[in-house]
C-alpha cells in the first residue's frame, strides 16, 4: 500500500463521542487526502492537505476536520460522531498533486458509529 | 443526478470471458480518466490511465475514453479469478479532485 498505514483499522464507537483517525505515510509525499466510501456514493473526498498545516475542504467535510503537524501524518477528527459517519474511511497520498499524478490509497478505516 | 454514473452489477463471468465495464459522466470539464481496482478489505490501487480521448491498452486491460458521448469502458480479455475485484472509475477536470463512480463488482467463475 505504498507506505501508507492506517490506525486503527477498526472502529466501533457511540454517537457523540470524538474519534480521531491517523494515516502515516513513510513516502515524503507532499499530498494528502481523505475519502469516506459509501454503498452507492464510491469515494468522497473530505479533506485534503498540500503541505504541513495546510489543509482545505473537500466535498463531504461537515462534521470533520484535519489536522497535519507533520508530512507523514494527516489525523481526521469527527468532534461528535454521528451514525450517518458510519464509513470506510481511506487515507490518500500522491506527489505532485495535479490530475495526471497517482493517488495511493491506505487499507482503509472501518468505523461503526452505534 | 450524479456527475459520475457506474452500474454497480454485480457482474458474474466465466474465466475467460471479455469483462465491459463503462461510466458514464456529466462534466464535460473532465479530461483525465482512470480506472481503479478494489479487492475486497482493501484500498483502491490505479489500474489504467487516459488522457482526454481515445483507447490505451495495458496487457489485458483496454481503457476507452469517447468525450463526445461522455462515456468510457475498461475492458478485460482473458478474464483470470484473480480479477475478481471492484472497478472505480474516476475522473478529474484539471487538478486533484477526482470524481468516482460508485464501482461495479465483478466474480470471475474458475
Known amino acids: 500500500d505504498a507506505g501508507i498505514t492506517q490506525s486503527p483499522r477498526h472502529k466501533v464507537t457511540e454517537t457523540g463521542t470524538p474519534v480521531t483517525l491517523r494515516c502515516h505515510q513513510t513516502e515524503n509525499h507532499r499530498y494528502m487526502y481523505w475519502y469516506r466510501q459509501d454503498p452507492g456514493h464510491g469515494l468522497r473526498l473530505i479533506h485534503y492537505s498540500y503541505g504541513v498545516k495546510d489543509t482545505d475542504k473537500g466535498e463531504v467535510s461537515d462534521g470533520y476536520s484535519v489536522s497535519r503537524s507533520k508530512t507523514e501524518d494527516f489525523l481526521l477528527t469527527l468532534e461528535s460522531a454521528t451514525s450517518s459517519q458510519t464509513s470506510v474511511y481511506f487515507c490518500?497520498?500522491?506527489?505532485?498533486?495535479?490530475?495526471?499524478?497517482?493517488?495511493?490509497f491506505g487499507p482503509g478505516t472501518r468505523l461503526t458509529v452505534l | 443526478q450524479k456527475e459520475v454514473e457506474q452500474d454497480p452489477g454485480p457482474l458474474s463471468v466465466p474465466e475467460g470471458a471479455i469483462v465491459s465495464l463503462n461510466c458514464t459522466y456529466s462534466n464535460s470539464a473532465f479530461q483525465y480518466f482512470m480506472w481503479y481496482r478494489q479487492y475486497s478489505r482493501k484500498g483502491p490501487e490505479l489500474l489504467m490511465y487516459?488522457?482526454?480521448?481515445g483507447n490505451k491498452e495495458d496487457g489485458r486491460f483496454t481503457a476507452q475514453v469517447d468525450k463526445s458521448s461522455k462515456y468510457i469502458s475498461l475492458f478485460i480479455r482473458d478474464s483470470q479469478p484473480s480479477d475478481s475485484a471492484t472497478y472505480l472509475c474516476a475522473m478529474s477536470a484539471n487538478d486533484y479532485k477526482l470524481s468516482f463512480g460508485a464501482g461495479t463488482t465483478v466474480t470471475v467463475r474458475a
Open positions: 490518500a497520498i500522491s506527489e505532485k498533486g495535479t490530475a495526471e499524478d497517482t493517488q495511493y
Open positions: 487516459t488522457y482526454s480521448s
